[in-house]
């Protein structure tokens, strides 16, 4: 038997609530005489789990019954995008003419791609105003399977997730381009539309799509599902001494623990990230990985796409979280009480930030500026390390 924590009707009164089912075997709700030990236990432990499983997977449930509403920030888009490409069954429509987007959300294209859902863009050419980056971000597409259609102008810029169907998503941006040069970090209005609430946008937008399929005569091929293989240490550590703090670095992939003296060097994870983890480990454990051991893509050309453990810098006060504050949170969500990441010893130069405890880690509930989120920021430190593993 399950039992919900909200009657039906009582829910129907109000909106912002939510079910939690909780397993309850053969124990009904008037069933006072079968209350033994063995069974109160088994109510409590399984109302625990129930309650820490919806808690792990809240924003993903609130976010799968939102009322479409107007969003600010590239963030929001970031959001936004995580849970319509997360729902994709079949097919997944880009428009933009910059794809800027896409390294930070790469691991949730990954994993729709893998599950063999169709991954198409429509974007403008040549893009309006972007740098060297943006063929790159194409190339990458198209060697995990992407179709790229390059067309001279775009109806509107976001996505569009299963249409036709009862079950299409869409997202619209008012950002065109690559943010920071076309539009500001934080203006980009953002909204989320869906079949069941919102037909006549949904259909306005598929006859949209329709035309320029017509028009640029698209022909799909297919999905690629992005096989997950090993990363040689070797490999992992070549690509982080092109880091140009690390360049006399050593390296080591340790078992870090999660205590009073482990800190970070930003005090929030970005909620975007946070929904993307869940469907990596799930990657991962299909493809034999523990967590966050070093592997990467396999790609359609032959190249690879890094999946690298946490980074840390090793300084006499201790271990300072460098990249991957989202995994280590996460880790901690979970209950355990370590994690596996690179440690950095012989580093010269000064943090980029000041450090500050793990335990003031917090999830970010909107766009938040550079600056707010990195203690004492100075851009001339960073560590440049997605460039550095993905020249």
Known sequence: MLWRCLAGSEQSLQEGLYTIEIDTGDVESTDFDKMTTAKKNMLFENGVNAVKNFVAREREVVGQH???????????????????????????????????????????????????????????????????????????????GCDVIEVESLAFTGLIVDYPGSASVA???????????????????????????????????????????????????GGHVLDIVALPRAELFDGLRRVSQYAEAAFEIVDIEINDTLRVSQTHVKEYKLLQIERLIEDLADSGFDL????RYTLLDGAYRGI?????????QGAVLIEGHTRAFYTAQ??????????????????????????????????????????????????????????
């Open 66 to 144: 939102k009322i479409t509403s107007l969003d600010e920030g590239f963030e929001e888009r970031l959001l936004a995008y995580v849970f319509a490409i997360s729902e994709a069954k079949n097919t997944i429509w880009f428009f933009d003419s910059s794809t800027y987007w896409l390294f930070f959300i790469f691991p949730i294209v990954a994993a729709a791609s893998r599950r063999g859902v169709k991954i198409q863009l429509i974007a403008q050419a040549p893009p309006p105003r972007d740098d060297e980056n943006e063929p790159k971000r194409r190339k990458l597409l198209r060697s995990s």
């Open 171 to 221: 997202v619209i941006t008012s950002g065109r381009g690559a943010v920071g040069q076309d539009f500001e970090y934080t203006t980009e209005q953002v909204k989320v539309y869906r079949s069941q609430d919102d037909l006549a946008v949904i259909h306005n937008l598929g006859s949209s799509l329709a035309k320029t399929i017509e028009d640029s005569k698209v022909s799909s091929k």
């Open 308 to 316: 690298t453990p946490p980074i840390l810098e090793m300084t006499p």
């Open 292 to 295: 966050f051991a070093p592997c």
């Open 334 to 391: 979970l209950g355990r009480d370590r994690f596996r990441g690179v440690l950095v010893r012989n580093v010269r130069a000064p943090l980029p930030v000041e450090p500050r405890p793990f335990t003031e880690v917090r999830i970010a509930s909107g766009t938040m500026s550079v600056a707010s989120i990195l203690p004492r920021y100075d851009k001339s430190l960073i560590r440049e390390i997605e460039a550095a593993l993905h020249p």
